[in-house]
């Protein structure tokens, strides 16, 4: 069973740093992107980042470009965003996602374009 594990999430004040992880199997992290997604409540899921499945290629969403870096780790088949600077409208659930296409040429950044989730880990961010 494909999975992805995210961690990493919790409470913190604006302005402080956090690093969300996911650990997918090796199946996944070899050969699909990866991207991060979140959803506040009554909102619907957002983008956020994603990287190509061989680290090449990076994207960041508008909402957190310059506060937001994501990053692989090869060794652990984890996935990072570290997020700087965060804000109270930062505060969701962030979800990893897995690419449903093998070794896509770039990166997508529709949730419809996405065939694996992790269960997801909230980011709450107090003003």
């Known amino acids: 069973q494909e999975q992805l594990v995210e961690s990493g999430g919790g409470l913190v004040q604006a302005g402080d740093s956090l690093r969300l992880s996911c650990t997918a199997s090796?199946?996944?992290?070899?050969?699909?992107?990866m991207g991060w997604f979140r959803q506040a409540p009554g909102q619907e899921r957002e983008f956020v980042a994603a990287?190509?499945?061989?680290?090449?290629?990076?994207f960041v969403a508008d909402s957190v470009r310059g506060r937001s870096t994501i990053f692989r780790d090869s060794a652990e088949s984890t996935v990072y965003l570290q997020m700087v600077s965060l804000k109270p409208e930062d505060t969701a659930v962030y979800y990893c996602?897995?690419?449903?296409?093998?070794?896509?040429?770039?990166?997508?950044?529709?949730?419809?374009?996405?065939?694996?989730w992790g269960q997801g880990t909230q980011v709450t961010v107090s003003s």
């Open positions: 996602a897995g690419d449903s296409a093998y070794r896509r040429a770039k990166v997508v950044t529709s949730h419809n374009d996405y065939k694996y």
């Open positions: 090796r199946r996944i992290f070899a050969s699909y992107a």
């Open positions: 990287i190509s499945w061989s680290g090449g290629h990076q």
